[in-house]
């Protein structure tokens, strides 16, 4: 019998701060990546923070880390740590970015990278000066039909791109009843539904069809106020639950972006819709397994949307499951994304996306809430 | 054996200008009426026009006319005529629009009204001081899912509406080789897509949610010239081939418009979400008979967007089928359509919809084209 | 100004029996058919008759029928008719249709011929012997996606057909309390789903697979007793509720057949699914505007179930619209059916469907009532 | 700094046979259902097994396994391991699981459990005699769709259920170039599309209406030869492409089943339709992440199918994900199946599926043989 495997490349230590919904997320993508794409992205679960000592303790056995603390500048201090991973609150995002990036880390973030603009590229400066390895967590985008997408737009398969369309919505706050919580609060969430959906949406869009440039929009919100659970006070909500926005890309195609977190029945509806000289495109992350096709250049009468299911022709999918149109799901996309880290460390080259998509997504979202202040365009620069 | 049923009210006698496609399926509409919707709304098809009198002369016996003229203005002036029924080319609809009101007709234009508000008000004006009917060919509007739709809405089925999106979207000029038409000149069409698909879905707007007070947008020609069949002459393409706005209804509600002729795949790509504080609509007229519902008051863990089919219980299905889900198609909206503006005749109240928003949904489609000029917000006013 | 078409050929004159909901549906087709399809189908609507003078009377005028009678029999007799359209209730079908071909007259019958084998073979040697035109209403086959279909399965599209699948299913009796009909009732009805549903879909297996040579099954009365409305009276339901089936095609292909009137949330849930070995077609009528395609000759990655929107391209749609996608309804698959009956009077070549495929799906459902008693294979011959 | 969790329940340890397309998808779930479902559900990959040293060897390390063999029998003689999980090829499974229970190990094994009745039938007396846990996997009915639709139906929600109908089909077989493997010899596979996707249906079938008390059918291969890639030898092949059936449950309750795997275009189509008097659900595993729900008591004019998106409030979804519809994969299915079966190791109460649900279906699939080589009716007895 024989034990482990003593010539393969060590695992890539990792520390992880937070372990509530997205640590958690974080976790199992963790044990699972080298099952499934190799053991080249092993990784070894080192140490969890969290609030509290105890907190911390409590989570690590199912989390499946090895020591636990309370103290997250421990954590980034600890030799034995390649990369922080960072699970926590929006606003704890970037102090924590900055400090893991000045202990020499790279560094693991969930989005948004930072609460504004300046906050953003304080970090994105920071981590380009310490040459370490950055990610941030974009996951949508590494779903295997949207990357069969994009290889479709940039090889020309739906000729030359005139158009996109697309939607985040989703109803977690469309009840004027669903409590104020730090998503309602600016100096916590930063923007509402652009931040928390429109991110994603605008990421979304920069991998299909590039930078957007500028962008006219409105901002509303829609329950202007929310009690507290706690204590049952009415709040002024300060940050928008949906957002409308005319936008141009730098190619010069126009588009349109929805953005709402009030609306109701859409449960991950982030929606594109890319409209080509010879085709279209069309994705639902709510039927994320599959991609819908237009070819003009299909036979007379025979045309018409094609839906294609993932599988192991598309990209990833394989490592996942060898049958096709068997189903990935959200929390496979985070194993792909964690390979995408893993692979930038391991190979010396950025990981995609990166602190500076972040960044970039930010100053759309920014423009955005100018347009609507001002009801005119304004650039993305 | 008993002959025809001499105590019912006379038949309502048409004058038809325009054999072509639209000419057909009005004619098709005025055959089937009766027979649809019962023997109030007879209508008898008297004299069919056409540009020679050769070409109505041809037209007349399957479009069955009892009589064909190659003059226009004949037709207009026959005192055995009631309803004159415009389905000519877009830039002579005011001039025999005008002609029949001074004659003193009902009349029953295909949309548009006119090239420009304008000319628009001027038609509308002639008719109010006439003390005509008339009726404008939105058919769209006449669909029973979308009459239950705004039923729903009205009633407050889906709470108060917070947000539209609709889009408009088809591909017969998606191809950059098809041949420059009247479509694509100014004078004989007015604006591209806005005029030809997007005066639709704002018609659809307006009934669903009432008027649009302002807009932001942009227009763009994507295919800048195209070449004229017959002479193969490169002609500069006068209007947009696509057009994204946002809009702000009267009610305060926000919403986006996104609008083409260059969208490949889309071949009726009319589809409208209303979104509520208790619900949302969804309807998609290449699924003309079908209207999905989410309500937030369903059972935890039942809810879901259903998929209702159209039927008798849904206004007007049961006077073409008495059996659910067994599908109308377009040319049963004109024959809704015609009977509305047979009701209106019969019962002297107006029409819906008539002249008047006609006028309304141009001058949105001018604040539109406004906007894109000025990159702010014009209002429709 | 000119009067009618002198030279055009005499319309083709129509006695229509029954003014109820088949004799509306067949009333706005013979209205529509000319201008549809052309003046060479031009109809004359001549003579209604109903169960009583008055209520054939009463129907007349918005049936657009010239005359009317109480008596169907002086309807068949009238030298100025050439064809008897039968729209009475089923168990009158045989001996009207028989009267009308002892009267030398072409005859359209709705569907089902007759109410056993033996009565329709008798309708079907009578009308072969007479010479007359005859056609029976299967509508559905008449759908330009299922005449679509068939042209593909014929020239090879999908490669050889290797198994098919079928189902119709409604829910009109699915309620326990809805009551007792003619329907419930072996002597006005005959069999019970399987004759109003199930002949529809044997119909279109044998259009698009050819004939089904054997067959193995199941009936099921669900619902056992109903109550009449009139009388309270409970009574016992005479025929089946659903019906499963194995078929065998003369191919040799094996087939699965569904049907049912009891099955909650369908409303015309006629599905086919025809799989080749080069390829997969569904069609599904409460979509009927859409056919499925998969190709397995696309591109590897690019594969996927296209959904082709109907269209000028497909048979007989362009008469109806010359845009794409904007959808036809089930009262255009009459004025199809019409037109081919006409057609086969023109030309003196037999209509389809005709009587003897009314015959031979009378065939396959009786060999599957046979079939669910013995419990075993049960040959159509 | 906190080092494990000592008060903790031990892990259980687990050897793993089998480092294929199942074996992997085994060790991701193993590493994933703590992080997942709780510490209660830790698990310690002790031995991964192949059929040479070298090729264990080499696996282990992505695999996650400690240690490795060449040898399977020292796997299961192994005292470190408390569960012997099977993913080698079918007709292996019998007796790897014989062996495992004979050391007294629980055993969790891929379907099928054995390629016959009666050696499925001796695994299951084995297990019983020496009350082991044992687990078999039909991740199917793991999914939180399919375990809410079985809620609905035990709780009434569609009423009484009156008819079954479901398709397995996929198309990994359809051309007729692709090689004769293992899978056409009925040596090692047994039966073909009957126990590769059949099995899965039958299973389904049983967890949602009861037990298959009798079936009627066909069976047929498509593809009669084909060629092995390694000789080009051509060679009959020994099992069914395809299988149709009519089945009744011990309920009354009759169904059909559609099995294939030639069915061009399907990728993973199990898709089930369970009527009922009150409602109709319907279930597609190629949309794994929906659940279709008709109710017979929404409002008139308000029904149609519900798309229940996957959520938090069905079973075991919100272990993997807080948010709605964000989706679940193939792969997490696996996870449940594992918390299954350890929840019943931790218990002491018998896993579903086990074993004797595996010989139940086993059962089914061989009466259906019987019934095609008969042409009548076979208990599943």
Redesign the interface.
Known sequence: ?????PT?AAAIRFGLIGSG?MG??H??AL??V??????DY?VDCV?LADTT?ER???A?????F????GNWR?LIADPKIDVVDICTPNHLHAEMALAAIAAGKHVYCEKPLALDVEESAAVVEAAKRAGICNAIGFNYICNPMVQ?AREMIQAG???EV??F?G?Y????M???RTPFTWRCERRLAGAGALADLGSHLINMAHVLLGPISRV???V?T?HKERSETATGKVRTVENED?A???V?FESGV???L?I?R????????LTVQV??????LEFN??????????R?D?A??????????A?P??PDYGA?????????????LKVIEVRNLLRAIRTGTPASPDFAEGLRVQRVMTAIELAAAS???VSTR
Request: glycine share 16%.
């Open positions: 019998m024989s034990h482990g495997a393969m919904f958690r997320a976790s199992i044990h699972s080298a099952a499934t794409f190799g053991a092993a140490v000592a911390a303790r409590d690590a056995p199912s989390l499946g090895a020591r636990s603390t421990e069969a398969e739906v000729g005139v158009a369309s939607h919505v989703e109803d977690y469309c009840d004027p006219n929009g409105v509303r829609v949906l409308n926005a005319l141009e126009p588009g349109t929805h709402s009030v609306a109701a029945g859409y449960k991950c509806g409209v080509g000289t010879r085709g279209t992350q709510e039927r994320m397994n599959e991609l819908r096709l237009y003009t299909d007379t009468g025979r045309r018409g949307f094609r839906t294609i299911l599988g022709e598309h996942f499951c060898p049958a096709p149109g068997h189903g990935l799901g959200i929390n496979d009801g005119g365009w």
